[in-house]
């Protein structure tokens, strides 16, 4: 965050903030296997919502009896042309709209080469204006949001080849033409690189950012788009929309919502602040968040969930005090950097453990760790608001079926894995005052387990 203090030569691995150099075999054939199983999932999951009646249990015993590639080819959808041209149709304008829609410039973190770049923060606009062109669309008669959850699909399908194409140009560009930037990694192993990216940051110009662009537009927009349509269907399909799924929405949209409010706290995420451009987030925002994260509002667009109303408004207001956990603590924390700890935590002074990190060029620089507040209790209290927001949202669509909950198991692992390999990071980033921090807020998500 702050100047520069010295330039001395340091240590290879703290340089890159432990980011993986060097990759064996078997990490090679891990990444092989996460990249042929992530779509098979997908198709798992779809398959299971569109011929299982949303049951795992009733789609498994369909592979059994058809075997693999029966039930393989019966799950997988056709390539529709016509929802091919509209769902490149949305992409591009996506594209645009985040080029031309004006916001406000944010800067974002250093990054291990020591660049703070610039990002057009314009996502709330972005948003809006997606919602406005489909409520267009819809009261002109020319398009009905139904049709998108009706077609949903096809048009992962189309996702699913952007999603691909999309990680093989980075990974080509960067064979070919060369990364063009300071913060690469080359891990020796293509496999690994086509799943966790080399790039850091890959753009197009000064504030075009590609992965603020697939995250924050493609797919959290997406995510919006597609419970609206799964509700939009379910009038459609039943007469009504149930009670269930309007505390889908109301917290799906409250989620999306915040996203572009705080984008420029997102930016000061793993993210967009230390995940490189590959596989993971490329097809992972195109394909996984559209199909895994609206399962809730895709199941229950078949399924019909009926839940009373003081049930409804249980898990809606207990979304929302899931979601102040999540927005304070994330609050927090930004507050502590953007104002180098000048800020009261709590009322109070927070406590903090003074830290030297190194960037690339060998320069030292200063920063520091919050251990007040949310921060002081466990490492990860942000991760326990997000936890608990999706288990608010999947209880809405009852306790008979797991297929709905799959959301919550994936965001478990996924943060749960995100705070191992962010203490290792961290740990090569700051060294002993990592320890120190770690032992003055010993446990990372749950006191006494975890
Ligand atoms: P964090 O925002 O918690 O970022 C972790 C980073 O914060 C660390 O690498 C370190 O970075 C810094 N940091 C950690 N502890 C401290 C401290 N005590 N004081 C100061 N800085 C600290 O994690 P994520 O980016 O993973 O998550 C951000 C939010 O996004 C979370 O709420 C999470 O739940 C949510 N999320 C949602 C996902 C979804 O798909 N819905 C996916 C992933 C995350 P530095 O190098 O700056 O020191």
Known sequence: MAAPLSEKPVSHQKQFWGRTQHLSRLASLGSLSVILASPLCVLLLLTALSQYHGSFALAFRGLQTQGIQLFLIRGIPALNLQVGMCYSAWVILQAFIYHLLPGKIATGPPTPGGQSLPYKANGLACCTTNLAVLFILFATGIFHPSSIGAHVGELLFVANIYGLALTLAVTIKCYCIGPGARDVRFTGSLIHEFLSGIELNPRLGK??????FQIGRVGMISWLLLDIAFASLQLQRFGHVTDSMVVVNILHTLYVIDFFIYEDWYLTTIDIAHDHFGFYLAWGSAVLVPALYTTQAHYLAYQ????????ATLLTMAGIASYILFRSSNNQKFRFRQTHGQCLIWGSVPKTIPTT???????????MLLCSGWWGLIRHPNYIGDLLFSFCACAACGFTHLLPWSYLIFMTVLLAHRALRDDRRCSEKYGPQWTQYCQTVRWRLIPFVF
């Open 357 to 367: 990190y190194t960037t690339v060029d060998g320069s030292i620089h200063h920063s």
């Open 304 to 311: 019909p969930i009926e839940i009373t109303r003081s049930y």
């Open 207 to 212: 504030y075009w950012d590609l992965k603020l």
